[in-house]
Antibody, heavy 122, light 107 residues
């Protein structure tokens, strides 16, 4: 079965760029949409953006100026870069798979990684 | 920007029906889904495309979406259903939006 695992630094300094990677195991990264979602401590969920292996990408308009999502089919990984980090970006960051099969975009997320906590602090 | 509003908390007795609402402008024109999140765990999809249950989700979970309100209904609530629940909707103009979450307490 498909599993997702986030990796990256747990601590980022203010103004720096966060780089996270999600490794997809047990299945191919192709033919599905993949998203990044975050959750500040004690708060709700916020969608960051999605990517499809063909190159289709969408970002949350509120983060668009700072976000880059990319995908590498050769390594079965997709990545998140979030620039100009501030304390407000402190959160658990999740990667997730879209429920839709064969390239259908449903924006319902059926498989999630365990999440990685990222703290922004000097 | 588009917003989804959920009550902060809902309570239900074991065996009773729990209903959690999610309100948004013309929400019925969009697809809604629901997630269950227990402390320290990742969210789990329990309803997608308004009314459909993923494989493995108990039949006691059901959903509806009409007008400005989507509703998650848990029939015969069990202690294991105590969790935070998030609604989510999307369309081509709003992209993906989550509600603020509702804490379900099973008394």
């Amino acid at each position: 079965q498909v599993q997702l695992q986030e990796s990256g630094p747990g601590l980022v300094k203010p103004s720096e760029t966060l780089s996270l990677t999600c490794t997809v195991s047990g299945g191919s990264i192709s033919s599905y949409y993949w998203s990044w979602i975050r959750q500040p401590p004690g708060k709700g969920l916020e969608w960051i953006g999605y990517i499809y292996y063909s190159g289709s990408i969408k970002y949350n308009p509120s983060l668009k100026s700072r976000v880059t999502i990319s995908l590498d089919t050769s390594t079965n990984q997709f990545s998140l870069n979030l620039s100009s980090m501030t304390a407000a970006d402190t959160a658990v960051y999740y990667c997730a798979r879209d429920f839709g099969r064969f390239g259908e975009l449903t924006n319902a997320f059926d498989i999630w990684g365990q999440g990685t906590m990222v703290t922004v602090s000097s | 920007s588009y917003e989804l509003t959920q009550p902060p908390s809902v309570s239900a007795s074991p065996g009773q029906t729990a209903s959690i609402t999610c309100s948004g402008d013309k929400l019925g024109d969009k697809y809604a889904c629901w997630y269950q999140q227990k402390p320290g765990q990742s969210p789990v999809l329990v309803i997608y495309q308004d009314t459909k249950r993923p494989s493995g989700i108990p039949e006691r979970f059901s959903g509806s979406n009409s007008g400005n309100t989507a509703t998650l209904t848990i029939s015969g609530t069990q202690a294991m259903d105590e969790a935070d629940y998030y609604c989510q909707a999307w369309d081509s103009s709003t992209y993906v939006v989550f509600g603020g979450g509702t804490k379900l307490t099973v008394l």
